[in-house]
């Protein structure tokens, strides 16, 4: 065993122990408009589901404050987004969106997705997904400094959408689920095997 103590160890290595241990991680798949009313779609890996009443998630935007993330803008600004669950086939789109883009720039567009609206908040919703979550912001909770802070953002889930196929009443089958996990880096997992991704520039 080898010891890493935080105190003596940079950020980046912490971060790179953490990402490289609690894995495999479930990927939110966060939609948001801006203030502005820009589409924006990006993957978060920080992410969980931490209370079902009322059932609610947490996403964490990393490289606090200093990072530009469109994505902890927009919640901010509007106090919504979605969340749309990442299959294998929805797996390189959902690596496109993960590109830097300006703030101007519609993910939705870019990775060549369908938006279909939310109904109970102003938040788009990828309609390729095989479900997603409208949610409703209910604490954003600054952790850290920079530039390696974080800024996690907890949602309250106001409604489910889920594909009808998947359904036995509110038993989600989960081999149709087909979801992907994301290890370290590039690495991700489908049924039990590991397999990469490179990300966009
Ligand atoms: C699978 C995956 C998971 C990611 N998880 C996170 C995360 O948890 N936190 C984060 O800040 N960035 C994460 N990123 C990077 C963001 O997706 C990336 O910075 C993106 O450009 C942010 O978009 P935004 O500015 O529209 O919010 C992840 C990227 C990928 C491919």
């Known amino acids: 065993m080898q010891r890493f103590v935080t ?3 940079d950020a980046i290595d912490a971060y790179k ?3 490289g241990l609690v894995v495999p991680r479930p990927i939110g798949w966060i939609g948001t408009r801006s203030a502005d009313g820009v589409n ?7 992410f969980n589901a931490v209370a079902a009443s009322p059932p609610t998630v947490m996403f964490a935007p990393t490289g606090q404050p200093s990072a530009r993330k469109d994505t902890l ?3 901010r600004d509007t106090g919504v987004f979605t969340v749309n669950i990442v299959n294998f086939d929805l797996g390189p789109a959902m690596n496109e969106t993960s590109g830097t ?3 101007d720039v519609d993910e939705f567009e870019v990775a060549g997705l369908t938006v279909r609206e939310a109904e ?3 938040a788009p919703s990828v309609a390729e997904a095989p479900a997603t979550f409208e949610c409703r912001v209910v604490q954003i909770l600054d952790i850290g400094e920079a530039p390696m802070g974080s800024s996690v953002v907890f949602g309250e889930v106001l409604a489910f959408d889920v594909a009808d196929r998947l359904l036995d009443g509110t038993r989600v ?3 149709g689920l087909d979801s992907i996990g994301r290890h370290v880096g590039n690495y991700y997992s489908h049924n039990g095997e590991l397999y990469e991704m490179a990300r966009p520039d």
Do not use: E, G, K
Request: glycine share 0%; net charge negative; aromatic share 8%.
């Open 7 to 9: 105190a003596d160890i």
């Open 17 to 19: 122990l953490l990402s």
């Open 40 to 46: 924006n779609l990006a993957p978060y890996s920080f």
């Open 73 to 75: 803008t927009n919640v």
């Open 101 to 103: 883009h300006a703030a």
């Open 120 to 122: 109970l908040v102003d």
């Open 173 to 175: 089958d989960q081999v």
